[in-house]
């Protein structure tokens, strides 16, 4: 049931600090910190290649931990959406590693690509939220989400608990590789830990995206722009826009707006820019300005030294708390999500079942 929410969707956001924390206790040990895990039949450091598949925004999840496996555990990871994936035929190699990720664990395309990698002799690993789903079945390793279950058609809720175990996922990558020491590994874990506690403070901006997404309301299109783990939500931000409020919404790479997207920058299409104040924060501000100058309107996601260092007028600054760089994903989806709930709320439309849309694609 909805509680007192009004939409599935809406409880669903607000449920993501309890959530991903059961999540986070079932990989991580706290009282150590280090990360927990069932014993995996391979070993990371004879891991010379990942590939992760998925669909929507299970795929964004996979890009986002892409940049995690890469940065902390030095592994080459390719990314795609399993539609591709499989017809492609791409060259896997017994002893490469396939990982999986699907709240439902019934999507057709996943599936596919899923015996189609058994088949070619890679380990395969996936990341669930329905443990009794046909991929749970049929992969090797299954790590669970434990996002309890999604009823709004827009995954919410269990795309922060895929991130939360691709996140401990990729620290024991680090670790089996050398590439963390333990003390790195206690650093990571604990800004893990900090995520519940972290996604629950961002949840207190809800007003100030209430009235936000008013103005987006008028909008027929919106440009989300990001940077490094950012930009993978840029395209997670512009599909559950889509997807709820019919709004037309494009995510691009922050550095890619001059090959192309600037063209459209006028005083009507509001740019939502996502951009934690980390390794590649003065880049996306370079983006920015390329914006502003051409009279665009900003809607910059930020923390606090973000914000003072920006010196860009912005529309509306969001301010999320401050936190350590890698893990950011988990709480700025957050003003992400309510941004296209609000909207959609506004604009009227079946949040939690919207158009054309099935909770399980199960047909390719
Ligand atoms: C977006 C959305 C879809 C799903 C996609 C994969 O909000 O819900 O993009 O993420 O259909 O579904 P699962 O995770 O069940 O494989």
């Known amino acids: 049931d909805k509680a007192n929410y009004r939409h599935f969707m809406a409880k669903e956001i607000h449920e993501q600090p309890e959530v991903v924390g059961h999540t986070l206790a079932r990989y991580v040990d706290m009282a150590s910190e280090r990360v927990l895990l069932p014993k995996l039949p391979f070993d990371f450091k004879d891991i010379q290649r990942i590939s992760i598949v998925a669909c929507g925004t299970a795929s964004y999840a996979g890009y986002v931990a892409k940049y995690w496996f890469e940065r902390l555990g030095r592994v080459p990871v ?104 333990d003390a790195d590994e206690a650093k990571l874990v604990h800004g893990l830990i900090e995520i519940p506690r972290l996604m629950a403070q961002a949840l207190t901006i809800e007003p100030q995206i209430e009235k936000l997404a008013r103005e987006i309301s008028k909008s027929k299109d919106v440009l989300y722009l990001g940077r490094g783990t950012s930009y993978p939500l840029a395209l997670e931000g512009a599909l559950k826009l889509k997807e709820i409020s019919y709004i037309h919404a494009e995510g691009y790479a922050a550095g890619e707006l001059k090959h192309g997207p600037i063209a459209l920058i006028d005083e009507n299409m509001p740019v939502v820019v996502i951009a934690p104040h980390d390794r590649v924060f003065e880049k996306t501000v370079s983006n920015m300005q390329e914006v502003a100058a051409r009279g665009g309107n900003i809607i910059l996601m930020t923390d606090a030294k973000g914000a003072a260092e920006a010196t860009i007028e912005s529309l509306v600054t969001i301010i999320l708390p401050d936190m350590a760089a890698t893990f950011t994903p988990m709480v700025y989806a957050i003003p992400v999500q309510l941004l296209a709930y609000h909207t959609a709320v506004v604009m009227g439309t079946d949040v939690d079942q919207p158009r054309n849309l099935a909770k399980s694609v199960t047909v390719e």
């Open 78 to 181: 390719e990314i795609d959406v399993a539609s591709e994936f499989r017809y492609r035929e791409a060259p896997l190699r017994k002893g490469d590693l396939a990982i999986f990720i699907s709240q439902s664990g019934e999507t057709a395309d996943t599936l596919a690509a899923l015996r189609y990698a058994k088949a070619a002799g890679a380990y395969t690993l996936s990341v669930i939220n329905v443990p009794t789903s046909t991929i749970a079945r049929e992969s090797e390793t299954v790590l669970q989400t434990l996002a309890g279950p999604e009823i709004g058609v827009a995954s919410t809720k269990a795309f922060t608990c895929q991130l939360m175990v691709l996140a401990a996922l990729a620290v024991a990558a680090g670790k089996a590789r050398g590439e963390l020491s």
